[in-house]
Each structure stands twice: as structure tokens, then as C-alpha cells.
């Protein structure tokens, strides 16, 4: 088919054709090649080039036949001969004796004078046939096939393709029920999604410290605080990896962060530490979490509530005014290893920005 195809094309459209290919090919494969170091690429990119050569130096001569025209072949001869003939013709008539002549003039007196034949209509001069401008052609071909190669080139760099994984390696799901009231009823509260997405970074496990991870889930929740009998929003994102497992939570309250500090000494907490994240006020806290064992062999019957590993959390008010509400990022790990806190404050200063924006 492509054979076929070629053969048909005029020789100005299948050479820049021939031309743009080669040449695009062989600049790939010899990248590839140099790249990657393989001979046997740059073998292959090599025939690439030297067939382009080729085409390039069929078209340059094609070119320079065209502005030089072989010139046209001379008028035969043949008037001569007829000239010749005429001449004999003419010696034979001197020969004829008198009488005949005598005769000959008088017959043609006695005849009749026929008219004189009208002109012949003057016909028009045919107009050439107007070739095909071969510089427009060539500069079509090259502009057409320029653009495919473009294409293919580039096309899988700019579109992203539908069969490809997250970069993250798991997607966040897709929250389909409405949020509860408090979230329409609280101006600027974000969602369980706009979290994820946040959160669900493809260099998360970069800013863990743990860059060969991949991660295996990720989650999405429009919750509310508990205690408050709906009526405020607290929205969160999980995503989990093997070493550790990232928390988001946003709480739409009125409690600030010197409020929240005076909790923790109250509750006996003395680890924590005061600081200042993107102009916000901030406070590191450390707490373990809980766990819960659920049996589903006999109907889902849960067991008691025991407590899980250690958690590191930065908590960053919602504004740098502290005017009540917060995010929580919280860091654990089964195994009880911690991060180092400049983990948290590394997660917090490219996240919160997606979230919130740098100003908010």
C-alpha cells in the first residue's frame, strides 16, 4: 500500500515526502542512539541519513534541470529538395516546342477567371498548459509532513495518554454524594477532594524521604468534627505508602492556634513546638493513634480500641491572622519511625499552597 501510495504521488509532493521522513527518523534514532548508546541504533540512523542525502541531491538536480531546458531540435531540411524539383520542372517547360505553348496560352484565355478564395479565419494561438509551480509543491509536501512529524514527535509529550497510570501510581476517588450542610454554610471550606488532589503529589514520596515508593492508596472524606453535631466542616485526604501514611485535615472552627496551645500544655503535652509555617502560626505536636480491629469472618463484629504507633502532626492556622480554624498534617508509620519534622514542614509549604493559595 505504501508502495503504491508513493508511486503515484508527483515527483514534487513523494521526494520532500521521502525527504522530511528520512530526515526525521534518522535525527531520532541517532538521539536515541546517543542517548542510550547503541551501535546498532546509530547503525540504523546512519541508512536513515545517507537516504535523505540521497533525495535531497535527486531534488537538487531536478531543480537545476528545470531552469535550464534542453533547447529544441533544428527544422529538417526537405524545402530544398522541393526547390530542386521545381527547377527540373521548370528546364522541361523551356523544352516544349511552340506550338504546344501556342495552344496551352490560348485555353487558358478562353477559360473562365475564378474567384479569389476568401482568408482563411486566423487562428488563435494555443495557450501552453500552465505547469504545476514545483517550488509551491515541494514547500506544501515539506510543510505537511513537517507537521505529522511534529506529531509524532512531540504528541506523546504534550497529550497525556488515556491508558496511563497516575504518577503518584493510585488515583484519588471521585466523591460522589454532596457535601454535608456545614460546608455550604462555611465561605472558602474546601472538600475531601480538592485535599487529595493535594496531597496525592508525584513527589510525595520525595518529600517523605523515601523517593523508591509508589504509593498504594489514596482517600478522600467530606467529614465533620466530631462533637459538634454537624455543623462544622472538617474535611480530610490519606494517601499511604509503605514506610509512611500522610494525613490532611482541614477544621473550619473557631479555635486558633494560640487556643490550641494552651490545650496542649493544659493536657500535659510538652513536646510541642511553636513556629511560624508560609506567615502562619503553627505548632508541632506529637500523639499516638488509634486502632481499630474489625472482624468481618463473623459479621463484621469490631474489637476494642487499642492504640496505634507514635504520630508526628503540624497543625498551620487557616490564615495568617489567626482568626480560628486550622489544617492537621500528620505523619506515622507502623513500624513507629518517625520523619524528621522538616518532612512536615517540607509536605506542608507545597501543599497548603494548592489548597488554600500562597496568600490564604
Known amino acids: 500500500m505504501l508502495g503504491l501510495l508513493l508511486r503515484i504521488l508527483p515527483f514534487w509532493v513523494r521526494e520532500p515526502l521521502l525527504i522530511v521522513v528520512g530526515a526525521v527518523f534518522g535525527v531520532r534514532i541517532a538521539y536515541l542512539a546517543v542517548h542510550d548508546e547503541e551501535p546498532v541504533a546509530a547503525g540504523i540512523a546512519l541508512v536513515f541519513l545517507v537516504f535523505t542525502a540521497v533525495r535531497v541531491r535527486t531534488v537538487v538536480r ?5 531552469r535550464k531546458p534542453e533547447p529544441a531540435d533544428g527544422v529538417d531540411g526537405g524545402d530544398s529538395a522541393g526547390g530542386g524539383d ?5 528546364d522541361r517547360t523551356d523544352r ?10 490560348a485555353a487558358h484565355q478562353s477559360e473562365p477567371q475564378a474567384a479569389p478564395a476568401p482568408p482563411a479565419a486566423p487562428v488563435a494561438p494555443v495557450a501552453p498548459e500552465k505547469e504545476p509551480n514545483a517550488w509551491g509543491q515541494a514547500v506544501a509536501a515539506v510543510a505537511v509532513f513537517a507537521a505529522i512529524g511534529f506529531a509524532l514527535w512531540f504528541g506523546p509529550r504534550i497529550l497525556p495518554s488515556e491508558d496511563a497510570a497516575p504518577a503518584n501510581g493510585v488515583s484519588c476517588p471521585d466523591l460522589e454524594e454532596e457535601p454535608p450542610s456545614a460546608y455550604r454554610d462555611t465561605p472558602g471550606a474546601v472538600t475531601g ?11 510525595l514520596a520525595g518529600l517523605l524521604g523515601t523517593p523508591g515508593e509508589t504509593a498504594t492508596a489514596a482517600s478522600g472524606d467530606n467529614g465533620t468534627a466530631p462533637l459538634t453535631d454537624g455543623k462544622v466542616a472538617q474535611p480530610e485526604a490519606e ?9 490532611v485535615s482541614a477544621t473550619y472552627n473557631d479555635l486558633t492556634i ?10 500535659g503535652q510538652r513536646d510541642h513546638q511553636p513556629l511560624s509555617v508560609l506567615g502562619r502560626p503553627a505548632v508541632f505536636s506529637s500523639d499516638h493513634t488509634m486502632r481499630i480491629s474489625i472482624d468481618l469472618a463473623n459479621g463484621a463484629s469490631g474489637g476494642p480500641v487499642e492504640q496505634g504507633p507514635l504520630a508526628r502532626t503540624l497543625t498551620v492556622a487557616l490564615d495568617r491572622e489567626d482568626r480560628g480554624g ?3 498534617i500528620t505523619v506515622w508509620s507502623e513500624s513507629g519511625g518517625l520523619p524528621e519534622d522538616g518532612v512536615l514542614l517540607g509536605i506542608a509549604e507545597e501543599v497548603l499552597p494548592a489548597v488554600a493559595g500562597p496568600a490564604g
Open 62 to 66: 531536478a531543480l537545476r534541470a528545470r
Open 258 to 267: 494560640a487556643q490550641y496551645v494552651n490545650l496542649l500544655e493544659t493536657g
Open 86 to 90: 521545381s527547377a527540373g520542372g521548370g
Open 193 to 203: 477532594d480538592v485535599l487529595c488532589r493535594a496531597l496525592n503529589r508525584p513527589d
Open 96 to 105: 516544349a516546342d511552340g506550338r504546344g505553348g501556342v495552344a496551352a496560352s
Open 239 to 247: 494517601v499511604t505508602f509503605d514506610t509512611y501514611t500522610v494525613n
Open 326 to 328: 486550622s489544617y492537621d
